[in-house]
């Protein structure tokens, strides 16, 4: 709810604080007073266009400054919460400043924002509708949401929102999956070739590391073999080694007997190395023999370390990598093999999601066409009263091409009306006129209040061009929507004015070079005296006067 107003040095107005409160608030005064300089200053509040004329003249800049009362629930603080503002505890100050220069600042509770952020804020706060200024009703964009929130079509939105976030999952896998099959499809002569070559060379894990060792080993050869001579010409049969083991072998046993116990390690120790010097020979001669036999495995092992290496090189990959490079390839052609039963299975998915989407939004859409009889219905009780007895208004619920299939579902949604018996509705703003318009945009704001909609509604001359019973129908529709939301209405109207809760008289003084406005708030007798101006022009009679009573009386 807008709680209060100051501007400063804009158009006629140097300095002004309103406050407001709920219900209806009317604005009178008389032609050229300054009633729309007021709306314009809200405007400029909310976002709405900026002119270096609407600078006062001889000040270097204007300001506006509009504070609104809301609690934590609304959606003007998910869109400060989504741009990392600083919680509003309740209460959101939107102001700007306009230079002389026609450069503008933007303020949210004395933090800049961009004037598009504020925009956002402010279009979730008020709305502002005039006789040539009916942005909301005019765009079809809002159409849809209008409806669905009369209708009250949750569920099946988030229905839809939800089969629409798995069809886009669905198509968005069976692209890759159609992208992968065909860039498989492209490549398949190469990887066969790849894997014929790499499955005859056969590469093993760890292969390289056991290669090299070996080699290594067969590349010392000619100095294991000298070692090995030289140590069995050292132990060998030319070597006396068996003589010097057997002289002191028979030495021991001639002394056994002198002292047994003594002498026993030592022939056990003898005998011992007897052996396993035998061993050491044996173990010599075969090494000689081994290292001498395998000069051909040397070769061997280098074509086969060579082989390796290209083939690591020509894939670029390390050598210990290749036989995982063979699983891949070997994975990937195998999935070429099975690709038309799997790129089957992802297009069954696709379609099945395709049939759940096209379902939800068939419920949805026959639940917004029952929506939209109900709808024509009730603003068609609301058209006669407001002089417009010859008007049909009708919302037309027409199919979406399949392109522009949404998480929104397949209808489009239009708001259309007929001003004269028998033409065919069309476009609201080709077919109204201005003072119809703004009379249709308030039977569409009486039927589709809502508890969540902006809190303020603002009306321009709501009434204008009508009179009598008709000026007083508008202004019990005015005081209807006024139990559900915020409203302020610029009015000429004294049946209309006569009604409100709050009243604000906008005046105007001429100066010599200048001129200014000023607004006051009346009380009951003031009120009184202005609804009889209103009534009787310049002036004001007891006749007048009287009916100013009445008519407080009956809006009362």
Known sequence: MLTGLSIRNLVLIEALDLSFGSGLTALTGETGAGKSILLESLGLALGGRSDARFVRRGADR???????????????????AEQGLEGHDGELILRRILGADGRSRAFVNDQPVSVSLLRSIGSALAEIHGQFDQAGLLDTANHRQMLDNFGGHLRDLAAVADAWERLTAARDA??????????????????????GELCELAPAADEEETL?????RLANSGKLIEAAHEAIAAIGPESRTDEA?????????????????????????????TIELGEVYSATVELAARADAEPERLETIDDRLAALRDAARKHRCEVGQLPFLLDRIAQRLASIDDSSGALAEVRRLADEADLAYRSAARTLGKARRAAADALDAAVARELPPLKLDRARFVTRVSPLDDRKA?????????????????AEPGPIGRIASG????????????????DDGPGTVIFD????????????AVGERLVRLGAQAQVLVVTHSPQVAARAQQHWRVTRTDRD?????????????????????????AAVTDEARAAATALMATGS
Not at 250 to 273: C, G, I, N
Not at 519 to 524: G, I, N, Y
Request: glycine share 6%; aromatic share 2%.
């Open 62 to 80: 204007a300001s506006v400054s509009a504070s609104f009362e809301i609690d934590r629930r609304h959606p003007a603080g998910t869109v400060l």
């Open 174 to 195: 069976l692209d890759r999956a159609e992208r992968d099959a065909e860039e498989a499809r492209r490549d398949e002569d190469y990887l066969r070739h790849v894997h």
């Open 212 to 216: 090299a060792s070996e080699r290594a």
């Open 245 to 273: 083991l057997g002289a002191a072998a028979r030495a021991l046993e001639k002394a056994a007997a002198l002292a047994p116990d003594l002498l026993q390690p030592a022939v056990a120790a003898l005998d011992r190395a």
């Open 406 to 422: 949404s998480a929104n579902g397949l209808d489009r949604i239009a708001f259309e009306v007929a001003t004269t018996p028998g």
């Open 435 to 450: 003072g119809e318009l703004a009379r249709i945009m308030l039977a569409l704001k009486v039927v589709l209040a809502q």
């Open 461 to 472: 001359e709501v009434d204008s061009g009508v009179g009598g019973a008709t000026a007083a």
């Open 513 to 537: 070079d200048s001129a200014a406005a000023s607004v006051s708030l009346l009380d009951a007798n003031q009120r009184q005296e202005e609804i009889a101006r209103m009534l009787s022009g």
